[in-house]
């Protein structure tokens, strides 16, 4: 199995960019896709942006596109997550999570088996 560990979050003003890091340990010689996920205090959790094994896949969710860029340096057991022109309502807990079960890389949640403890990003002036 795969342990993530999130790392990159902190407080950011509004315009401002972060940059978010997914460590992955444990059996990585296997394929395996990486989600980036994220949860405001009251709200579901939703898909942000996920990117498969080879990197040559990638989804965004639509509040997203344009602003963040997924990336995986796989010799490095690494996914990043570059977040530019932040806004308030990207507040939240960012996760990552793996699977092994998709070819390619798809936003629902529960097609993620392993899950990190989450990094806290929040946006204010």
């Known amino acids: 199995q795969l342990r993530l560990v999130e790392s990159g979050g902190g407080l950011v003003q509004p315009g401002g960019s972060l940059s978010l890091s997914c460590a992955a340990s444990g059996f990585t010689s296997d394929y395996y896709a990486i989600g980036w996920f994220r949860q405001a205090p009251g709200k579901e959790r939703e898909g942000v942006s996920c990117i498969s094994y080879s990197g040559g896949w990638r989804n965004y969710a639509d509040s997203v596109k344009g602003r963040f860029t997924i990336s995986r340096d796989n010799a490095k057991n690494m996914v990043y997550l570059q977040m530019n022109s932040l806004k308030p309502e990207d507040t939240a807990i960012y996760f990552c999570?793996?699977?092994?079960?998709?070819?390619?890389?798809?936003?629902?949640?529960?097609?993620?088996?392993?899950w990190g403890q989450g990094t806290q990003v929040t946006v204010s002036s």
């Open positions: 999570a793996a699977t092994y079960q998709q070819r390619l890389c798809f936003l629902p949640s529960r097609e993620y088996d392993y």
